[in-house]
T-cell receptor, first 110, second 111 residues
Framework: DGGITQSPKYLFRKEGQNVTLSCEQNLNHDAMYWYRQDPGQGLRLIYYSQIVNDFQKGDIAEGYSVSREKKESFPLTVTSAQKNPTAFYLC?????????FGPGTRLLVL | QKEVEQNSGPLSVPEGAIASLNCTYSDRGSQSFFWYRQYSGKSPELIMFIYSNGDKEDGRFTAQLNKASQYVSLLIRDSQPSDSATYLCAVLLYNFNKFYFGSGTKLNVKP
């Protein structure tokens, strides 16, 4: 089955800790995206990548980092510099303009 | 001004009625329009998209574009309680490869 997978489903972060959220797709899509969604809010773009080894900052990149070493994978690291990381994180890939989402990772702070 | 605006709702309709959801967009360069459904605690799911050249019908769903007034609508016929969700509107500007989401409209379909 083709699709986008994200892991883990839930992630707990301790003070001062960096954590990495996984996003994998087997759809052969070139572009991938990371969004953050806070309760009752819309989607805010963190980072996006249109090709391997290239990525751009979105609207709220501070405190986050990404890599794109393989077409299939676009991991997101939430660094200790991100002071309010509690949110629902969504990864997406796009084809012919439309974006398709993974199931999401919910990040909570201990 | 936000690129895409939606009324947050909630919009309440009785089961079997037509639900009408709207969003307005600010950039006349918008060329593709998307509707996503998001159930509580889940990720958005693409349900409809249209290009700037016309409307589209798919089962109980119809997406309509009004370019002159810069709004796009989603009509859900014979609404069911299972349609209760937040509906996100999105637009794509090809020239800048920019994708903008609205903040969503919450729909409640009452049995």
């Amino acid at each position: 089955d083709g699709g986008i997978t994200q892991s883990p489903k839930y992630l707990f972060r301790k003070e001062g800790q960096n954590v990495t959220l996984s996003c994998e797709q087997n759809l052969n899509h070139d572009a991938m995206y990371w969004y953050r969604q806070d309760p009752g809010q819309g989607l805010r773009l963190i980072y996006y990548s249109q090709i391997v080894n290239d990525f751009q900052k979105g609207d709220i990149a501070e405190g986050y980092s990404v890599s794109r070493e393989k077409k299939e994978s676009f991991p997101l690291t939430v660094t200790s510099a991100q002071k309010n990381p509690t949110a629902f994180y969504l990864c997406a890939s796009s084809f012919q303009g439309a974006q398709y989402f993974g199931p999401g990772t919910r990040l909570l702070v201990l | 001004q936000k690129e895409v605006e939606q009324n947050s709702g909630p919009l309440s309709v009785p089961e079997g009625a037509i639900a009408s959801l709207n969003c307005t967009y600010s950039d006349r360069g918008s060329q593709s329009f998307f509707w996503y459904r998001q159930y509580s605690g889940k990720s958005p799911e693409l349900i409809m998209f249209i290009y700037s050249n016309g409307d589209k019908e798919d089962g109980r769903f119809t997406a309509q574009l009004n370019k002159a007034s810069q709004y796009v609508s989603l009509l859900i016929r014979d609404s069911q309680p299972s349609d209760s969700a937040t509906y996100l509107c999105a637009v794509l500007l090809y020239n800048f490869n920019k994708f903008y989401f609205g903040s969503g409209t919450k729909l409640n379909v009452k049995p």
